[in-house]
């Protein structure tokens, strides 16, 4: 389902996917979905939220996200066209 979120744990210097939401330690939350992904790398937001020292190789989640993920154009919402998020109908001006 695409609104499920991945839970990640940091596990010897790699950050794994939990697809089970049953490695100990502390876990992250995370969008299946590539642009996601790309930002929380970005923003080097892994070492952060599982408080580990150093950097983290993501490729394990990278490349789970790649084959799970629903394909769309980079940059644009996977989502329904002409919705906003809370599900209202985009009002367009003329």
């Given amino acids: 389902m695409i609104g499920e979120l991945l839970r990640v744990v940091a596990v010897a210097g790699r950050v794994v996917v939990d697809e089970r939401r049953r490695l100990p330690g ?3 939350w995370l969008h299946p979905d590539p642009d996601c ?5 970005r923003r080097r937001a892994f070492p952060r939220a599982l408080r580990a020292p150093g950097a983290l190789d993501a490729r394990e989640v990278r490349e789970h996200v790649e084959r799970t993920a629903p394909h769309h154009e980079p ?3 996977p989502g ?15």
């Fill in 26 to 28: 502390r876990g992250a």
């Fill in 80 to 94: 329904p066209r002409g919705i906003k998020e809370a599900g209202r109908p985009v009002m367009s001006q003329p």
């Fill in 37 to 41: 992904l790309a930002k929380a790398e």
């Fill in 75 to 77: 940059g644009t919402s």
